[in-house]
């Protein structure tokens, strides 16, 4: 098993000394409740670095006063064994009283302009807590290679720019989303829908693949995309959209046109339950260049 830290000091100093014995250490930080997609982050840690770490903790800055933070779901016996299994040698598990030591917080960290819409429009908290955290995290932790999941892309964008901006040490890491056999992105979520709404969930994958071909077709527009999308969405009774948008990767703008490095994003709502997913998109343009 992992050697488990509460305290931010105990495991800072067990990751320089790790640094200090020559090792290299990639981190990958998580809310816990870990399912396969966490797995994958910590084993690709493991795999391109010396030493993989982790964080476990319920981060109350990224809840809004309408979510409650006490039915966030938490199991760290199963999440140790998921670490374990997955390579991970030190995982930190703090109390929110270790991370955030003397009452409310009064130093917090905003990315502008990445996080104004979309996740950010809908949770307007949100990213803000998600990127004091974030920053926290790999103050304590030190040089690493940090790695973040494909499937909260809005997220990664903000967490890339975070690391540059602040010039930190971090090497930030975006790895492919994991899927369900039927191509439902893993997520936490999940396990809130009902068995309707997981049998319908699976279109979202399959329009985003079908919106990607479209865009590689001739005479392909951002709305034309954007439509296949939105259109199968609109056909389930089980769904609802919240948005979808063809993005500048790097910024997370909207795109006038479909041409360079592009993701489609999209929000659905399953009931109560939010899933979120993106495609990589290349243009015809772009697939011609490759050629």
Same mark, same amino acid.
């Given at each position: 098993m992992p050697e488990?830290?509460?305290?931010?000091?105990?495991? #800072?100093?067990?990751?320089?000394?790790? #640094?200090?014995?020559? #090792?290299?250490i990639g981190f990958t930080p998580t809310m816990g409740y870990l399912h396969e997609g966490h797995a994958s982050l910590m084993r690709a840690?493991?795999?391109?670095?010396?030493?993989?770490?982790?964080?476990?903790?319920?981060?109350?800055?990224?809840?809004?006063?309408?979510e409650d933070l006490s039915t966030y779901p938490r199991d760290l016996e199963r999440d140790l064994s998921l670490c374990d299994s997955s390579g991970v040698a030190h995982v930190l598990a703090p109390?929110?009283?270790?991370m955030y030591p003397g009452g409310p917080v009064l130093t917090t960290v905003t990315v502008t302009q990445i996080t104004r819409r979309f996740e950010g429009a809908v949770r307007p908290e949100h990213f803000a807590g998600v990127a004091t955290v974030v920053a926290k995290l790999f103050s304590i932790v030190g040089p690493c290679r940090a790695y973040f999941g494909e499937k909260d892309f809005q997220q990664l964008a903000m967490v890339?720019?975070?690391?540059?901006?602040?010039s930190l040490p971090?090497?930030?890491i975006g790895c492919p989303t994991v899927r369900e056999d039927d191509g439902l992105a893993?997520?936490?979520?999940n396990v809130y829908l009902t068995t309707p709404q997981r049998a319908a969930a699976p279109l979202i994958r399959q329009a985003l693949v079908a919106a990607a071909s479209a865009a590689a077709s001739a005479g392909a527009t951002v709305a034309s995309v954007e439509s296949v999308v939105a259109d199968a969405v609109a056909?389930?009774?089980?769904a609802q959209l919240d948005y979808v948008a063809l993005v500048d990767a790097r910024t997370l703008e909207p795109a006038v046109s479909v041409a360079g490095d592009q993701r489609l994003v999209v929000a659905a709502r399953f009931g109560r339950t939010r899933l979120l997913d993106n495609i990589a998109i290349a243009s015809l343009a772009s697939l011609d260049s490759l050629a």
């Amino acid at each position: 098993m992992p050697e488990v830290h509460d305290t931010i000091a105990g495991f #800072r100093w067990a990751l320089d000394a790790e #640094r200090q014995a020559g #090792r290299s250490i990639g981190f990958t930080p998580t809310m816990g409740y870990l399912h396969e997609g966490h797995a994958s982050l910590m084993r690709a840690a493991a795999s391109e670095c010396d030493v993989a770490v982790a964080s476990i903790f319920v981060n109350p800055l990224q809840f809004a006063a309408n979510e409650d933070l006490s039915t966030y779901p938490r199991d760290l016996e199963r999440d140790l064994s998921l670490c374990d299994s997955s390579g991970v040698a030190h995982v930190l598990a703090p109390s929110v009283d270790e991370m955030y030591p003397g009452g409310p917080v009064l130093t917090t960290v905003t990315v502008t302009q990445i996080t104004r819409r979309f996740e950010g429009a809908v949770r307007p908290e949100h990213f803000a807590g998600v990127a004091t955290v974030v920053a926290k995290l790999f103050s304590i932790v030190g040089p690493c290679r940090a790695y973040f999941g494909e499937k909260d892309f809005q997220q990664l964008a903000m967490v890339r720019r975070l690391a540059a901006d602040l010039s930190l040490p971090v090497t930030v890491i975006g790895c492919p989303t994991v899927r369900e056999d039927d191509g439902l992105a893993m997520s936490s979520r999940n396990v809130y829908l009902t068995t309707p709404q997981r049998a319908a969930a699976p279109l979202i994958r399959q329009a985003l693949v079908a919106a990607a071909s479209a865009a590689a077709s001739a005479g392909a527009t951002v709305a034309s995309v954007e439509s296949v999308v939105a259109d199968a969405v609109a056909a389930s009774p089980e769904a609802q959209l919240d948005y979808v948008a063809l993005v500048d990767a790097r910024t997370l703008e909207p795109a006038v046109s479909v041409a360079g490095d592009q993701r489609l994003v999209v929000a659905a709502r399953f009931g109560r339950t939010r899933l979120l997913d993106n495609i990589a998109i290349a243009s015809l343009a772009s697939l011609d260049s490759l050629a």
